[in-house]
Each structure stands twice: as C-alpha cells, then as structure tokens.
C-alpha cells in the first residue's frame, strides 16, 4: 500500500516537472535603454566620482557572467 502511494506520487511529481518548461512564458523583452537607466539610478543615488569605476564595474560584471553555468 505504501509502495503504491510513493509510485502515485512519483508519478505525479514527474508528471508536473515534465508539464512546467511547457508552462513557462517567453523570454522578456529586451531592454535597450537599460545604460541609461542603470546611469540615471546611479546619479540619483549612488555616484561617488571618487569610487565609481565603470571599467572595473564593466569587467566584474563581464567575469561574474562567464563564470555563471547556465
């Protein structure tokens, strides 16, 4: 009895895992003002002339996303 509750189960669980990238909407759209904006936060809020780099923000950001496993 045990055993065939865990098959239901399992069965349902894999069933729903197969079921959920048929789910999933498409990918957003891009987002081709997204310098500007970031700049604009960054003016408004955070810029310190003194410790903002963009180059090094540039590179980190570059490696971070080469290293990311996709």
Request: aromatic share 8%; net charge positive; no cysteine.
């Amino acid at each position: 009895m045990v055993l065939t509750i865990r098959a239901l189960l399992l069965a349902i669980l894999f069933a729903v895992s197969v079921r959920v990238p048929v789910l999933a909407v498409d990918d957003p759209a891009p987002f081709p003002d997204m310098g500007k904006a970031v700049g604009d936060l960054l003016k408004k809020h955070y810029y310190d002339p003194k410790r903002f780099h963009p180059r090094i923000l540039v590179e980190r950001a570059r490696r971070a996303l080469e290293t990311t496993e996709m």
